[in-house]
């Protein structure tokens, strides 16, 4: 996460009022479930004019869309950039937490940390992290992954939906179930297409 600081003024409802979706202004950069400490650069979503109730969308370059009541004090309001204000600190990339499962041929210890060195080598040895390492030995075998109601007869194959064949073992522990539906696992059974051919 890359910050710098900036002087910036707080604006009232009124100052915010005469913006357009133009103007470049900074909002609070906190997100639904991740507390930021800091701004993001941001545009309105229509002019400020058109605002009902002193409350303005707001839509930060981060894509986050949100809405804002300047005069409250409770809120972290919108700010506007004038040599004459106070120092904010301002949001200017930020990256993505990636949860993977990495399936490597033959994998031993030797090729585990290559891979994990050569990830480092390219992000940054304090970017790539290691949070829980899981070593499972992949079987040479597929299976079929079906769907049933989690309430379905047990004989109504045909209230079972196709979800995916031809698939490892290990892979169906990374998928989730459709609602009210329950996953039934087979062993892989090769599709014979019994079309008659002239």
């Known amino acids: 996460m890359n910050t710098e600081k900036v002087t910036a003024r707080r604006l009232t409802a009124g100052e915010v009022a005469e913006l357009g979706v133009q103007d470049a202004i900074f909002v609070s950069a906190e997100t639904d479930g991740l507390p930021l400490d800091c701004y993001a650069p941001a545009f309105l979503s229509e002019p400020g004019k058109n605002s009902e109730g002193g409350s303005f969308a707001v839509k930060t370059v981060f894509g986050e869309e949100i809405h804002v009541l300047p005069d409250n004090a409770e809120e972290r309001g919108i700010w506007v950039a004038d040599k ?115």
């Open 84 to 198: 004459a204000g106070e120092e904010i600190e301002v949001l200017q990339s930020a990256g993505v937490v990636l949860n993977l499962a990495l399936f490597v041929p033959n994998g031993n210890k030797e090729a585990l940390e290559a891979l994990y060195s050569a990830a480092r080598d390219a992000f940054g040895a304090g970017i790539v992290q290691r949070w829980s390492e899981e070593v499972v030995a992949v079987p040479d075998v597929k299976v079929d992954l079906f769907e049933e109601p989690v309430r379905g007869r047990k004989s109504a194959s045909q209230n079972r939906d196709r979800r995916a064949l031809d698939i490892y073992p290990t892979r169906v522990r990374f998928l989730e179930p459709s609602e009210g539906w329950k996953f039934i696992v087979e062993p892989h059974k090769e599709v014979v297409d019994e079309t008659p051919t002239i």
